[in-house]
């Protein structure tokens, strides 16, 4: 399910975001994006990772033989975002963040409807899986509130185009499935990749049922 992919930067760039600055063979960059988790409880103003926390790294740099990571704060829970205005954080890499092998499951944001409509997506009801895998629901659509519902997502597994979100809770106002009556497991949320058709700005998914429809943007024809 990666729907969305990051747009590489130069080098020049990236080092500028970072406020290190550029000199001849001093710095590197590289602009390839990964998923990674927190070896240990992280403060960078007032933004605060605890341990074993999913990020996204857009990129780093090396300043005086010292790596850097910018970590992508967009994607993250609204617990995270909230805290602050900026897009991103900027921290040692080192003893600080271990990369994961795999960049699945990819965080996406999907809007309620059969397809995207400019005049609606303002105001449609929005699904998140964040990178910090927390699933949250926004009745009135708008981001930048806090969610009708937020859960903590226990587990993840993708088959073909259909991708199972577990929870230990019930996930409020959404069509899980319970499966389980104790563990961490006890909860199923099924999200469904529907065929991708040509011309269309966005990519449709069934979630619960099959006509249970939701869309996210590509605005791409």
């Known amino acids: 399910m990666k729907i969305k992919k990051l747009i590489g930067l130069t080098a020049a760039t990236l080092l500028a975001a970072l406020?290190?600055?550029?000199?001849?063979?001093?710095?590197?960059?590289?602009?390839?994006?990964?998923?990674?988790?927190?070896?240990?409880?992280?403060?960078?103003?007032?933004?605060?990772?605890?341990?074993?926390?999913?990020?996204?790294?857009?990129?780093?740099?090396?300043?005086?033989?010292?790596?850097?990571a910018s970590i992508d704060l967009t994607q993250m829970s609204y617990g995270t975002r909230h805290t602050t205005k900026a897009t991103s954080i900027t921290i040692p890499y080192s003893h600080n963040l271990k990369k994961l092998k795999s960049n699945d499951p990819a965080s996406l944001s999907l809007g309620k409807g059969f397809k995207y409509a400019s005049n609606t997506w303002t105001k449609t009801p929005k699904l998140n899986?964040?990178?910090?895998?927390?699933?949250?629901?926004?009745?009135?659509?708008?981001?930048?509130?806090?969610?009708?519902?937020?859960?903590?997502?226990?587990k993840t597994r993708q088959k073909g185009n259909v991708t199972y979100y577990y929870a230990k809770k019930n996930m409020l106002k959404l069509p899980d499935k319970r499966i389980?009556?104790?563990?961490?497991?006890?909860?199923?949320?099924?999200?469904?990749k529907n065929k991708v058709v040509s011309g269309d700005l966005?990519?449709?998914?069934?979630?619960?049922?099959?006509k249970n429809y939701f869309y996210t943007p590509t605005l791409k024809a």
């Open 129 to 154: 899986f964040t990178t910090d895998n927390y699933v949250e629901y926004f009745a009135n659509g708008n981001l930048n509130q806090k969610p009708t519902s937020s859960t903590k997502i226990t």
């Open 19 to 68: 406020g290190l600055g550029l000199s001849t063979q001093a710095n590197a960059a590289t602009s390839k994006s990964f998923y990674a988790t927190t070896t240990r409880q992280i403060k960078s103003g007032k933004v605060t990772l605890p341990a074993n926390t999913r990020v996204s790294v857009w990129y780093t740099a090396t300043k005086n033989h010292k790596q850097y």
């Open 202 to 210: 966005s990519i449709s998914y069934s979630v619960g049922s099959s």
């Open 180 to 192: 389980s009556k104790k563990g961490n497991y006890q909860y199923r949320l099924t999200v469904r």
